[in-house]
């Protein structure tokens, strides 16, 4: 286990046992500043995206072609429904646990839409208190608000393992008009 690549990998080694998010930032905080490599473009900092909300979604693969059952329709979803977070002002960033090769692969194969970021060492879905559980992190949603606080939190459940979408469009939506209101 030397690399990222196939199943049985460091991160597969690192992320199986079961255990929940520590330090998990909370609603009305400042959302943890990041940075992490995009496929396709340059690097993104969470902080330079400031003055726009930003919806953080943290996805689980496995590989490039193994895909979380409780993701991969959220990851669809998601990208059937871009156009109407950027109506509303926001932007998407997908995080992805996936190296660089496997990330640039899912982007070409799902043909998505929206920033794809990868994190194959899981430094930002710990910073952000993500689990993991049998070779790779949960997920969990975010929205940042334009000021660059946490408006918004889901962590997995297997219950409620994905905020949906709808759910994100009316936090959005509800952010933009009391923002609309404070003018």
Known sequence: MTANSGL????????FVPL??????????????FTLPRVGGEPVRLSALRG??????FTRIFTEKLFCPFC?????????????????GAELLMVSSTDARQSAQVVADLELPYPFLYDP????FRLYGAGQALGAPLPAQYIVDAKGRILYRHLFSFIDSNASTDEVLGVLAEAERLQQRSY
């Open 52 to 57: 726009q909300p930003v919806v953080l979604a």
């Open 72 to 88: 991969y329709p959220h990851i669809q979803d998601l990208k059937q429904r871009y156009g109407e977070i950027k109506k509303v």
């Open 8 to 15: 049985f990998n460091r991160r597969f080694a690192r992320n």
């Open 121 to 124: 060492d899981c430094r930002i």
């Open 20 to 33: 929940p998010g520590f330090r998990v930032p909370e609603v009305g905080q400042n959302a943890p500043d």
